[in-house]
């Protein structure tokens, strides 16, 4: 962390001196101009090239120009199989795993829904998870995860088949009992011996005091996806009790909210990575919506500094006009 940390730091004194070296050369130029009333157009050129300079240079360390390929290249990275082709005819959510790639499928999440996405970084409570069930070959981490098919190499045809998971709890489902255990590692061994289609594991100490560990599951409820976007999802709910909700969907408290009928809801982390709500009796829309406080602050102050750049450029704009009129 010490080896980290002093990178940082030295990124950041960089870009700080980087920062005042720029400011000091726009503001001799100001200097220049208004006390030597130097050319309008060649001050004007300069403070544009070196704000131009400036965004260039930092957005080149976020975009090469290598990334950049031909239309035709980009158009088809990865080729499609007759197997990826039968699974895209299901229009339901869920998703997809090829064994033999892991969690790196980027040719599989190119088509699909995977576990490991196509992301190469991944967070570490799932990839805890995954390793478990490497380990220990536990099928109902794949059924909760929503594992509906598996990409199978088939070594006489030297192609991949499709096969169908028929336990795959699917989106969203509803529980009977919420089990407890004490710590993340006491967790992990239950996963083994647990009815996820009934049941979810939580910790201890991690959940709302006032949450019911057990329900009247109604298996004529039904729960159906009206909205799925990266920063939202929307689901409606029609059950007859009050029912507790788990989601094969990630855990993450760091930016994801969630509201039941408008009301805000905390959500509960259940099975080591997924989400679980309790929803009340009758119809219900719930909404999840993602947004990091670091988001939206950064938003806040981009808008900001924006705003105070154009009334900076507004009044120096005025003023200059207002010295010419009192010239003239």
Known sequence: MSVIREARRSIFREDVIRALLFIVVLAVLIAYYQIKKGNQKFILIASIGIVLFDLLGVSSRYLSRAAFVEPARAAIPFQLTEADRVILQDSSRYRVFEP????????????????????????????????YYSTHQIAGILDFLNIKYFLIPDSETNTLQALVNP???????????????????????????????????VLEGTFPTDLAMSYSKDTLATLTIKESKPDSLVYEIETGAKQFVVFSEMYYPHGWTASVNGVNTPIVNVNYVLRGLEVPEGKSRIVFHFEPEVVRLGTQLRWTTLILFIVFLGGLYYFQKRNQNQAN
Request: hydrophobic share 35%; no cysteine.
């Open 167 to 201: 336990n795959a709890l699917g989106p969203a489902w509803t529980i009977a009992n919420l089990k407890t255990a004490p710590t993340a590692d006491d967790l992990l061994e239950s996963l083994k011996t647990t009815d996820f289609s009934n049941e979810a594991l």
């Open 100 to 131: 033999q790639l892991g969690l790196t499928g980027a040719r599989t999440a190119y088509f699909h829904n995977t576990l490991g996405g196509y992301h190469g970084a991944k967070p570490r409570r799932f990839e805890e998870l995954y390793s």
